[in-house]
């Protein structure tokens, strides 16, 4: 049996569960809200917090299971997310909940996430990698499909006895999965020790520090953090506080959740589709990442203009597969475009601008709705930060056309150089030839 069947199967689970829920932030919203009586800014705090820590602590999770392990490490970040779910239901201040739920949760998730994502990447090479990684990360999305679950949970136990008895599934069904992530044995050769130290060497010789450099100096590249700036903001704004918006205008909680439910839908739907035929448009991956903020701001311009409920649910049915196709391609617009050695860094790079700028979020979006009593400006925020987005990821295609028709005539000409030095040499040759007949 191919145990990277498995494996796949058991990240599914994984994502299923955890990441699935972080992404249903948007109900707990609104139980923190009415729990507290605080406002929309307070309460989206700990959901924007834990989004950034899943984003944000990359470099920490990375060194970890790269010391420890893959299996510690994720034993390590399903402890955190279920002490974080436990310790959340206990607290008496909102503060609180940015520590046990934001940063717990949140590290928790990312070690997770990434552990799962290296357990794939060494059973599978090649297609098969993004295909198992497009399949595991669709989990998430079929995970916020279960919002009337989740919000017959809140009705029924009220949030606290809520987070307690997701807490203990999520142990239950959790730690038996990451039990199935062991290492695999390769039969090693003496060619292949070769290649890895000559890998290893390659890879000393230049520092993280100075391959982040290199790439913040790439005119196209500095473009692509700019986008992901923006876009954390506004991504984080539609997972924290669109449930508390459809709260505000009127429909009840089992029409939010059927929303936030079909909102899921939509998402699934991007993902999966996107993974099956971005290969075969005929735009690049930048391009139509582009697209999908392009469509994501439009939803957003809508949204203030929305008369009744079945209006808001096809605007965000429609955002919610823009958003999907944001998040395939999260991690493939800065592989395209970065340098071909530092394709690795260049992720965590974008991954650690984003959640950094996801931090913000509720200052920026909620904090408008406390003021001024309405999510409309909060909209038109978000609209103007993905159609800026956009712009900053056309622009980052065009600087890469240039640079790669720059790169092929320095190449074009070195070649050119390397040919008339050839024929040089054999001139030379034919010279020495004749006189030495002579």
Request: glycine share 6%.
């Amino acid at each position: 049996m191919n145990w990277g069947v498995l494996i796949v199967s058991a990240g599914f689970i994984l994502h299923l569960n955890i990441i699935g829920y972080l992404y249903s932030y948007n109900l707990l919203h609104i139980q923190l809200k009415e729990s507290f009586n605080s406002t929309a800014t307070e309460a989206a705090l700990p959901g924007s917090i834990s989004i950034a820590f899943y984003a944000v602590s990359s470099l920490g999770v990375t060194w970890i299971f790269q010391r420890f392990g893959d299996r510690p490490a994720g034993f390590l970040g399903i402890t955190l997310c279920c002490v974080g779910l436990l310790t959340s239901s206990f607290v008496q201040e909102i503060w609180t909940l940015c520590l046990t739920y934001g940063v717990l949760y949140g590290f928790g998730c990312n070690a997770i996430h990434l552990v799962t994502i290296d357990m794939i990447v060494k059973y599978y090479k090649g297609i098969k990698t993004t295909r198992c990684i497009g399949i595991t990360m669709t989990a998430s999305s079929i995970g916020v499909l279960l919002s009337p679950c989740l919000e017959w949970l809140y009705t029924t136990f009220q949030w606290r006895i809520s987070l307690r008895i997701l807490s203990g599934v999520f142990a239950i069904v959790c730690i038996p999965c990451m039990s199935l992530f062991r290492e695999k044995k390769d039969n090693v050769t003496p060619r292949d020790i070769v290649t890895q130290k000559q890998e290893n060497k390659t890879r000393r010789n230049m520092s993280l520090f100075q391959k982040y450099i290199e790439m913040v100096r790439i005119p196209a590249f500095l473009c692509l953090v700019c986008s992901y700036a923006m876009s954390g903001i506004a991504t984080t704004f539609s997972f924290v506080s669109i449930g508390s918006f459809l709260t505000e205008s009127g429909l009840s909680g089992t029409q939010t959740s059927l929303i936030l439910s079909t909102m899921g839908a939509g998402d699934l739907v991007a993902r999966v589709s996107v993974s099956l035929l971005s290969h075969w448009l005929p735009i690049s991956i930048t391009s139509l990442y582009a697209i999908g903020h392009i469509v994501s701001a439009s939803s957003m311009l809508s949204l203030p203009y929305a008369v009744n409920a079945t209006f808001i649910m096809v605007i965000l049915i429609v955002f919610s597969v823009s958003r999907g196709i944001i998040f395939v391609l999260i991690a493939s617009a800065p592989i395209e475009i970065a340098p071909v050695h530092s394709s690795v860094e260049s992720v965590g790079l974008v991954y650690l601008v984003f959640g950094m700028c996801a931090l913000s979020t509720p200052y920026i979006t909620d904090n408008v709705y406390d003021i001024t009593g309405s999510y409309n400006s909060a909209f038109f925020i978000c609209c103007g930060l993905y159609a800026c987005s956009s712009f900053f990821l056309f622009a980052a295609v065009h600087l890469n056309k240039n640079m790669i028709r720059g790169n092929s005539n320095e190449n074009c000409q070195y070649n050119q150089i390397i040919v008339n030095r050839e024929e040089s040499k054999e001139y030379s040759k034919e010279v020495v030839s004749r006189v030495t007949v002579i």
